[in-house]
């Protein structure tokens, strides 16, 4: 072998082991920064949205700064840190890094959102209604911005500011669950208390349909057997999803596998169609002028242990909202037991800063009856300590026009 032959050997060898040497360091950074090796920030940036949704927020936050590093001038990067910096508590650097990201972009609905929601966390509140505002006018469908500044009213006091605020919101929007929940309660607020027990009349609007055994089934005791079996066992059964604290919750129980799901669907809509016939006539009212021409149904079984309870909430997705009972605890019964296990409505989410005391509403579970009400009545259930499941399917009526 020639002396040239031999340098080419030598210096071949010299650079696979440089290449080798680059990639441990590359590797060895990438396991420090919790990156891999060589990723560009695009990909990058979707790691870290993917972890931020997750819930693993230091985990996105390095990734984000990895980002910046890369590209200071990134301005999803920067609004995505922010917000994960005002979960943390320093609604200071989230206004900086979001004013920064604006500073980019200019007009973009979503940064200012973001920004009147670090605003308000600071203080700063003619910051955040002017940042809110803004938002609408960017971007006039956009629900979020409307909720949020009507409820920065509330807090600041205003709730006849925060009430135009959703009436505007169902002007643009049309159908707006949230917003009429929020205003029925802010209607309290405002001393206006006739317009809120309009909105809220349980009386008119919560109607209890009594429906026997879907056909297959000899009585309603044996179905009601068989569907909590089959929730019990269904796949998709979790613990402590959406609203239940204490319990578990599945995913649609009309698809695959049905079940006695499959034999339920008819008596569900019988009751849709039945309540649609108890309504009053009155056309202004929502839960009247909003009736669907044509609907689908959503369903979901919950199954509630010791302590079990449904946080207050609303289905902004339905029209109509209902549940019927499976399997209850005996001291639903017990009227010693202060309505544990019952159902509650009129008390509104604790995100919502409404100062009024709430009028509020209880109905005890009973097997063989659908508890049916509007979707934007706030709603959930009294905690109860049993050893046994109260386990019950609710369902939503969502329009398709």
Same mark, same amino acid.
């Given at each position: 072998?020639?002396?040239? &032959? &031999?340098?080419?050997?030598?210096?071949?060898?010299? !650079?696979?082991?440089?290449?080798?040497?680059?990639?441990?360091?590359?590797?060895?950074?990438?396991?420090?920064?919790?990156?891999?090796?060589?990723?560009?920030?695009?990909?990058?940036?979707?790691?870290?949205?993917?972890? *931020?949704?997750?819930?693993?927020?230091?985990?996105?936050?390095?990734?984000?700064?990895?980002?910046?590093?890369?590209?200071?001038?990134?301005?999803?990067? @920067?609004?995505? #840190?922010?917000?994960?910096?005002?979960?943390?508590?320093?609604?200071?650097?989230?206004?900086?890094?979001?004013?920064?990201?604006?500073?980019?972009?200019?007009?973009?609905?979503?940064?200012?959102?973001?920004?009147?929601?670090?605003?308000?966390?600071?203080?700063?509140?003619?910051?955040?209604?002017?940042?809110? !505002?803004?938002?609408?006018?960017?971007?006039?469908?956009?629900?979020?911005?409307?909720?949020?500044?009507?409820?920065?009213?509330?807090?600041?006091?205003?709730?006849?500011?925060?009430?135009?605020?959703?009436?505007?919101?169902?002007?643009?929007?049309?159908?707006?669950?949230? +917003?009429?929940?929020?205003?029925?309660?802010?209607?309290?607020? +405002?001393?206006?208390?006739?317009?809120?027990?309009?909105?809220?009349?349980?009386?008119?609007?919560?109607?209890?349909?009594?429906?026997?055994?879907?056909?297959?089934?000899?009585?309603?005791? +044996?179905?009601?057997?068989?569907?909590?079996?089959?929730? &019990?066992?269904?796949?998709?059964? #979790?613990? =402590?999803?959406?609203?239940?604290?204490?319990?578990?919750?599945?995913?649609?129980?009309?698809?695959?596998?049905?079940?006695?799901?499959?034999?339920?669907? @008819?008596?569900?809509?019988?009751?849709?169609? %039945?309540?649609?016939?108890?309504?009053?006539?009155?056309?202004?009212?929502?839960?009247?002028?909003?009736?669907?021409?044509? %609907?689908?149904?959503?369903?979901?079984?919950?199954?509630?242990? =010791?302590?079990?309870?449904?946080?207050?909430?609303?289905?902004?997705?339905? %029209?109509?909202?209902?549940?019927?009972?499976?399997?209850?605890?005996?001291?639903?019964?017990?009227?010693?037991?202060?309505?544990?296990?019952?159902?509650?409505?009129? !008390?509104?989410?604790?995100?919502?800063?409404?100062?009024?005391?709430?009028?509020?509403? *209880?109905?005890?579970?009973?097997?063989?009856?659908?508890?049916?009400?509007?979707?934007?009545?706030?709603?959930?259930?009294?905690?109860? !300590?049993?050893?046994?499941?109260?386990?019950?399917?609710?369902?939503?009526?969502?329009?398709?026009?």
């Amino acid at each position: 072998m020639s002396n040239r &032959q &031999q340098r080419q050997l030598r210096q071949r060898a010299a !650079r696979k082991e440089k290449l080798r040497k680059q990639k441990a360091r590359d590797q060895q950074q990438a396991r420090t920064q919790n990156t891999p090796a060589r990723t560009s920030p695009a990909a990058m940036m979707r790691t870290a949205v993917d972890l *931020h949704q997750a819930g693993r927020f230091d985990e996105a936050d390095k990734l984000y700064q990895w980002v910046l590093a890369a590209d200071p001038d990134h301005a999803d990067a @920067l609004s995505s #840190r922010a917000m994960i910096r005002h979960q943390a508590g320093h609604p200071d650097e989230a206004v900086e890094l979001l004013q920064r990201a604006i500073g980019i972009v200019g007009d973009n609905p979503g940064y200012f959102m973001n920004l009147g929601t670090a605003q308000v966390a600071a203080g700063h509140s003619q910051d955040a209604e002017q940042a809110y !505002r803004r938002a609408i006018e960017l971007a006039p469908g956009y629900a979020d911005p409307y909720y949020n500044l009507g409820d920065l009213y509330l807090r600041l006091g205003n709730p006849d500011a925060a009430i135009k605020v959703f009436d505007q919101c169902m002007a643009t929007r049309g159908r707006d669950y949230h +917003a009429l929940a929020y205003k029925a309660h802010a209607l309290d607020d +405002a001393g206006r208390h006739e317009e809120a027990r309009y909105l809220l009349d349980f009386d008119r609007y919560v109607k209890a349909y009594p429906f026997e055994a879907p056909e297959g089934f000899a009585s309603i005791e +044996a179905f009601n057997a068989a569907l909590a079996e089959h929730v &019990q066992a269904h796949p998709t059964l #979790r613990s =402590d999803v959406m609203s239940t604290e204490h319990g578990k919750h599945t995913s649609e129980l009309l698809k695959a596998p049905r079940g006695p799901m499959g034999a339920m669907e @008819l008596r569900i809509h019988e009751a849709v169609r %039945w309540y649609i016939t108890q309504l009053p006539d009155d056309p202004e009212h929502p839960a009247v002028r909003w009736v669907p021409g044509h %609907w689908k149904l959503t369903t979901w079984g919950v199954v509630m242990l =010791d302590r079990g309870h449904e946080r207050a909430h609303i289905h902004p997705n339905g %029209w109509l909202s209902g549940v019927f009972y499976l399997q209850l605890p005996d001291l639903i019964d017990d009227p010693k037991r202060n309505h544990e296990g019952w159902l509650e409505f009129g !008390r509104p989410t604790r995100e919502l800063h409404v100062t009024s005391l709430p009028v509020t509403r *209880h109905y005890k579970p009973t097997y063989g009856e659908m508890v049916l009400f509007p979707s934007y009545f706030y709603h959930g259930t009294i905690p109860f !300590r049993s050893r046994q499941r109260r386990i019950c399917v609710a369902f939503d009526v969502e329009p398709l026009d």
